[in-house]
């Protein structure tokens, strides 16, 4: 045991690396990069030391990119697998981009599989086949095949190294073939029971073995309920079911029943994490919303979405000219319908992030969809009447206009209903007929919600004579 | 093993109750209620029996209110602790309501400290009470003890039942302990090593123990390098630590450095995924945005929102109304107007949404608030003169006046800019101030999005003499 393992992860608080919300302090991040400005190698690398893997990848993300160079080189020998496990994704291309085909394929053989396709499977075609060629065969047919198997599927994020073992072993047989094979990984959190085909015919937590006299048969000990996991399963799918069913490490098994790999919780806790974050960000039209995406990609996803409601936008606006001689005769008009469409707008926002979370989490089923839709027109029938209400009495009492009040609390229910419904509906409909409701969901909600906000104000207001 | 446990999860599919998402089929969820209408409570059993506990959990949720009663009668041995672990808060509070004392007591009993503590929590203080004196003493200490720490602290997640052993033990010793005592835990992950004084030194992964020769110390087997929560750490900061260090179990100690518990992976997992899925529902003022929650609870928080949003509504308005005289004269103006202020309100929520994610998942401090500044003025410029640009074009196409096309081009180019500044710097102000900025920002941004919008446009306009 050295030294850096005398430290816990709580006293990196008190030595002042991180602060109290388990953050790398300002001041911290600085004395690092001074150093490596100064040249002072050695400094730096005494400061980072100490730091867990995950901070030192954090290190990197909060360096401005042109300085992520000169940090790696000053610390390179802190720089193994585990620091690029952890590391954003674009943060490491960079850096990846940044070493010779050798130094990434020392970095590779350090980790399980499923670290390691995840660090070559973004390299160009041409490093990537560089880095592989470096690797030892074994090493290189495990990446080679992981490699084989879709993006973000169960086949990338599994590793190759488990235990897997025969039904009739006892726990003793076990614990001595687990003693007596060097070669073996050594972590796993469950052994898997496999038949002469290889096939997993039960899973075995290690307390269960722990807990159970050498001579009980392991068979007796596992259990057969067990999740399979198919090798083609997109992640979110896998992430759900770990979640699900309370997982921390689940079989892979390929389509003819085979166990091939294991997936560990702590693989599928980043990806619960983000597919969950990820529902905010494309509702919003910011595409995958990483911080450390390079400004083109970013302006790129977000002009496309900006544009298409550019589009809805207009379509709102030519309802609005539909009815510019009455806003001509009366201007007061332009100046409420932006209300009437903006509380629909946010009104249908409401309901659709709250479908949006209930269709990704398997809680919106086709067998409560029409309660759903029933429960979001009684909320915007609640909350449309008291609106209503409210902007009725408003105008009323600001403007001592009794018919241009009733207009706009009508006009207010009526679009309160259109979100309510059109927030349900659209997303409903869009998953059905395979489309991602986070995607493509807010701009039809604020479309309509645009167009009939200002379609039942001024038409409203045009058949009540106002401004006629 | 009782023919259940042959069951894999799997063949849950091809048994026809899930559908390929892992979700129930609505056909089986039908069959179920049938046979409960029917009075076959016999037939709804065994339909039910060889479910998941967190389906027959999902089974409660998927039943419309009135008939969960029903159910939960028909299929009561069927409806153990696990199952109310799994199940959503609020359809769980209705069901427990209608249990006696004893039956929930009953439930707790059978559960580890933390699920058992989630049960009890939100009862009201008298059935709580009542609950408490039909546990037994053990559990009954275990419990009110939990329900000592805040609510969603480490405390109240955490369960006490957990192995810890003193650092001079052997891996034997450890061994001959597990098999010698029936009443330790059989479900945990890793084992503490702890001093004299009950306070952790290491971590020792059940892996490691079972590859190690029996004569080997426990000492040498442990990490000493752990992460300890304190007690009364918020779930959000625990669930980042997890996440952040990757996991699978950690020690949680009180103020004296004491080991009091332990919290598993699988307590967290549902926490990232809902503080994930929390900030969109925040964001768009949805609350909770949980679809169980009774209606009227709903509509309150919903409403709450809405007012807010309709007071900055109304504002913006009242910049619209400054132009009134302009409006009259120009009645295009209205037309076009709502274009500026709508696109504004896209590019901030684009840039809201990252900020506030980056805000959640530390990856934005202050180590990097400056460069991100940066980077969201930039897009915004980018993306302003585009849209600018395309809506300058439209304009002077459609409606061949020049002056019109230049000033909304400006206003856009101008509005981008507002909302990319007030989408970064609206959010980490909050933060800093110690608020949440998912729950706080969009109100702000909004209103300044439409203000200025209106605002540049309209202001634009009559500097140059439109409708003068």
């Avoid at 025969?166 to 073996?184: C, K, M, Q, S």
């Avoid at 379509?315 to 209300?339: C, D, N, R, Y």
Wanted: charged letters at 25%; glycine letters at 8%; aromatic letters at 6%.
């Amino acid at each position: 045991m050295n030294e850096t393992d005398l430290t816990s992860v709580g006293d990196e608080v008190e030595t002042g690396q991180l602060d109290e919300d388990d953050r790398l302090k300002p001041e911290f991040v600085r004395a690092v990069l001074d150093a490596v400005e100064a040249g002072d190698d050695e400094a730096a690398r005494s400061l980072v030391e100490p730091l867990h893997p995950a901070d030192i990848a954090d290190l990197f993300e909060l360096t401005p990119n042109e300085r992520r160079g000169d940090l790696a080189k000053a610390i390179t020998d802190l720089l193994d697998g585990d620091v690029f496990a952890e590391m954003n994704d674009y943060v490491r291309e960079d850096l990846i981009d940044s070493l010779s085909a050798t130094q990434v394929a020392d970095i590779a053989s350090e980790l399980d599989t499923d670290d390691a396709v995840a660090i070559i499977e973004d390299m160009e075609e041409d490093d990537q086949r560089a880095v592989l060629r470096a690797l030892d065969p074994d090493d290189r047919a495990a990446i080679e095949e992981a490699l084989s198997y879709p993006e973000e599927s169960a086949g990338r994020l599994m590793q190759r190294e488990l235990i897997a073992v025969p039904e009739h072993w006892t726990v003793g047989d076990a614990i001595d073939y687990l003693r007596g094979h060097e070669e073996l990984t050594t972590d796993f959190w469950e052994i898997f029971v496999v038949d002469p085909g290889h096939k997993p015919v039960g899973t075995c937590q290690l307390s269960w073995i722990l807990r159970t006299p050498r001579t009980v048969s392991i068979g007796d000990v596992m259990k057969r309920e067990q999740t399979l996991i198919p090798v083609d399963m997109d992640q979110e799918e896998v992430a759900l079911r770990f979640q699900k069913y309370a997982l921390i490490s689940a079989a892979v098994i390929d389509a003819g029943g085979r166990l091939v790999g294991m997936i560990t919780v702590d693989d599928i806790v980043h990806i619960i994490s983000e597919e969950a974050g990820e529902d905010i960000l494309r509702l919003s039209g910011a595409g995958e919303g990483d911080i450390n995406e390079p400004i083109a990609l970013t302006v790129r996803t977000r002009i496309t979405w900006l544009v298409v409601n550019l589009g809805t936008a207009m379509l709102a606006a030519s309802v609005v000219g539909l009815f510019q001689g009455e806003i001509a005769k009366f201007a007061l008009l332009a100046v409420l319908m932006p209300i009437v469409s903006g509380m629909g707008g946010n009104a249908g926002t409401q309901t659709l992030a709250v479908v949006v979370r209930a269709l990704a989490t398997n809680q919106l089923t086709s067998s409560n969809t029409a309660r759903m839709i029933l429960r979001e027109f009684r909320i915007a029938a609640a909350n449309g009447a008291m609106l209503g209400i409210l902007i009725g009495m408003g105008t009323w009492l600001i403007f001592g206009n009794s018919d241009l009040a009733i207009v706009i609390a009508m006009a207010m229910v009526m679009n309160n209903l259109v979100a309510g419904l059109s927030g349900v509906l659209i997303p409903v409909s869009l998953e059905r007929a395979g489309v991602d409701p986070a995607v493509s969901s807010a701009v039809f909600v604020t479309m309509m919600t645009d167009v009939m906000g200002f379609f039942c104000f001024l038409g409203l207001a045009s058949l009540w004579g106002l401004g006629g």
